[in-house]
């Protein structure tokens, strides 16, 4: 059975930075692109950002460009993808999911999804 298990979620006050991981189990995700979405309270999910299979390629949301980085490393047992998070503001605040798929901001093309963390910036 194919997990997709987000941490690193919390609460951290306006400015503040956290680092949300993704950890896969049950098969490798080495050649799939990943990506990390966002649900705010009373919202629609939205995409955050995505990298591609080796990690050479990333893709933002505009909200987010500058502020976080996502990054994805593959060894021949394991697939873990990060997102540093840094200047957090209240906007923020949503329960982050990871993603395998496509690199896309498409939540369609992405058929496997983790349960999400809870992230919550103060101000």
Do not use: H
């Not at 995505?50 to 996502?70: E, L, M, P, Q």
């Not at 490393?73 to 840094?86: D, E, G, I, V, W």
């Not at 923020?92 to 896309?104: F, H, I, K, M, P």
């Amino acid at each position: 059975q194919v997990q997709l298990v987000e941490s690193g979620g919390g609460l951290v006050e306006a400015g503040g930075s956290l680092r949300l991981s993704c950890g896969v189990s049950g098969r490798t995700f080495s050649t799939y692109a990943m990506g990390w979405f966002r649900q705010a309270p009373g919202k629609e999910r939205e995409f955050v950002a995505a990298i591609n299979w080796n990690g050479g390629s990333t893709f933002y949301a505009d909200a987010v460009k500058g502020r976080f980085t996502i990054s994805k490393y593959n060894n021949a047992k394991n697939t873990m993808m990060y997102l540093q998070m840094n200047n957090l503001n209240t906007g923020d605040t949503a329960v982050y999911y990871c993603a395998a798929g496509s690199v896309t901001d498409t939540e369609s093309q992405y058929p496997y999804w983790g349960q999400g963390t809870q992230v919550t910036v103060s101000s």
